[in-house]
């Protein structure tokens, strides 16, 4: 596990000065990495969050979201690895590892417009732009992502996702997600876009471009994203991210308190076993 920089400190006000008793039960979401081959090597797609937002407002993130009830429907064309796959990866049900992959391409179509399903098993639609009313009426929870596939006769691509990592916000933050974060090549033909009422704006970025940027107080980053994209630097190409074996295990920050400073720290810093 890499060890935080101690200049990464928490939003003022992320954390509150009382801690929820008991800790708030975290809810289920998923987090899409959405990397490209670019001039300068891998690059990560990057959303800015609206200031103001309830969680992570005006900080930088990848495409994601909480899982929707109807993101575990069974009826959902499917092709990849099956959900118990993916719940082994994951360590959860395979009807929770269903809804979890699921949340993972609907929030990606969501927030970015990269549409992560075929028309059939060996295709991913080149151009998503035509189902730009149903991405709205998914935003607007009008109908289920399941349906969204069926009416236009798509296949769900769970084998162009890649198990990546589980974060869990910790337990002093009154909102709190179990996080699992998986890892996607962007399609080709396909344009990602910040046409989300969440975001102030987008951008690809090479992870160190990204990790600089945060270094030098352009962008803000959440403890799991300045990870993710350290982890990403080490990555020269897409097709060496995606081979990569990876162990999830969740990982659960603890928060602790640098005189007017709050700031967290991973399992195997020396702090953790302290922190507040």
């Not at 990592?165 to 910040?194: C, I, K, S």
């Amino acid at each position: 596990m890499r060890e935080l920089p101690k200049e990464l400190v928490l939003p003022e006000g992320f954390v509150p000065a009382e801690p929820p008793d008991p800790p708030v039960v975290p809810k289920d979401a998923a987090t899409v990495i959405l990397v490209r081959d670019g001039e300068p090597g891998l690059e990560a797609f990057l959303l800015r969050r609206v200031v103001g937002m309830a969680f992570a407002g005006g900080m930088t993130v990848f495409p994601g979201g909480g899982v929707d009830p109807r993101d575990e429907d069974a009826s959902v064309a499917w092709h990849g690895p099956d959900p118990a796959w993916w719940a082994e990866r994951f360590g959860c049900s395979p009807p929770m590892a269903r809804a979890l992959v699921c949340a993972a391409v609907r929030e990606t179509f969501e927030e970015s417009g990269v549409l992560l399903a075929g028309p059939d098993a060996g295709s991913v639609v080149s151009d998503a732009r035509p189902f730009h009313d149903a991405r709205q009426h998914l935003v607007d929870r009008k109908y289920s992502f399941a349906q969204f596939l069926a009416d236009n006769n798509l296949v769900l691509r769970a084998d162009l996702l890649r198990p990546w990592a589980n974060w869990v916000t910790p337990a002093e933050e009154p909102r709190r997600y179990d996080t699992r974060f998986f890892l996607a090549a962007m399609p080709v033909g396909q344009h990602a876009d910040g046409d989300t009422t969440e975001a102030e704006d987008v951008a690809w970025q090479p992870p160190s471009e990204a990790l600089r940027d945060w270094a030098e107080g352009r962008r803000g980053l959440l403890p799991p994203t300045w990870v993710t994209l350290a982890d990403l630097d080490e990555h020269p190409t897409v097709a060496s991210a995606m081979a990569a074996e990876r162990a999830v295990d969740k990982i659960i920050p603890k928060v602790i308190r640098d005189g007017t400073q709050v700031r967290v720290v991973l399992p195997g810093d020396p702090a953790y076993g302290v922190a507040e």
